[in-house]
């Protein structure tokens, strides 16, 4: 089973939904696979907050890294727009720009955090997955030409995830993929999953004393003032 992160206490989600089913699906590839569910993309340049989410992070160190966009029901694209079911324009130029923004953020994140020899060596791809729509009802369409049907997941790759995926990562095979065994540990330390504990010193604890004790102070001599211009006070 691949390693999923969260382990436990995941983002809530229901099995029966769409995108539970992706969830319940990647979790049956092999244990050299490591997906990330519903993966927040925070930073900040030039004054500026730019926010992303990628729905699911899969990686593996001898094939690369793939961020996926999950689109549930009925879905329409015309006039250059892509559209949910009730008309709505979908945010961000749709599922697949969506996408490929969130690789981008992630390849920002990983360059920010001292890992830019990673992104150079390791293969990024972005995918798109329709779980509510049959790979026969794909391949009835003319997509358009942001999308690649090698790049998009249907209803049909819920049982076997496998096929479709290895599809994906056979792009660019010019383009070595040359991560070690130490920079899958760093990926996975630095950005993917990081840990860290963080205890309170007893410096700190002295310093929150003194801070409330000064507040005290300050609190005390307000009342005093007050007093001193009352006859009588309760």
């Known amino acids: 089973m691949a390693r999923i992160i969260p382990s436990a206490n995941a983002r809530e989600h229901d099995p029966r939904s769409r995108e539970g089913a992706i969830y319940e699906s990647l979790k049956t590839l ?3 696979f490591v997906v ?3 993966m927040a993309l925070v930073s900040v340049a030039d004054q500026s907050l730019r926010e992303n ?3 699911f992070v899969l990686f593996h160190k001898d094939k690369g890294l793939v961020c996926f966009e999950a689109k549930a029901g009925k879905v329409s694209y015309g006039d250059g727009e892509w559209r949910y079911s009730d008309g709505r324009p979908m945010k961000h130029g749709g599922p697949f720009n969506q996408a490929q923004n969130g690789k981008f953020h992630l390849m920002d994140a ?3 955090r001292g890992l830019g020899e990673l992104v150079k060596n390791c293969r990024l791809y972005h995918a798109v997955w329709f779980p509510s729509l049959s790979s026969r009802d794909i391949d009835s369409i003319f997509l358009p030409e942001e ?3 090698r790049l998009l997941l249907s209803k049909d790759d819920l049982m076997n995830p496998l096929p479709a995926i290895e599809r994906i990562f056979e792009l660019n095979h010019y383009r070595p993929q040359n991560v070690t065994e130490a920079d899958e540990e760093k990926l996975i330390e630095r950005v993917l999953c990081p840990e860290f ?3 309170p010193t007893a410096r700190t604890r002295y310093d929150f004393n003194d801070i409330t004790f000064a507040r005290l102070l300050e609190s005390q001599t307000h009342v005093l003032d007050f007093l001193s211009e009352q006859r009588f006070a309760v």
Request: charged share 45%; proline share 6%.
């Open 36 to 38: 990330v569910h519903s």
């Open 197 to 199: 504990d963080l205890v």
């Open 147 to 149: 999308c690649d049907r």
């Open 53 to 55: 989410e990628a729905d």
């Open 110 to 112: 990983i360059r920010e």
């Open 30 to 32: 092999p244990d050299n």
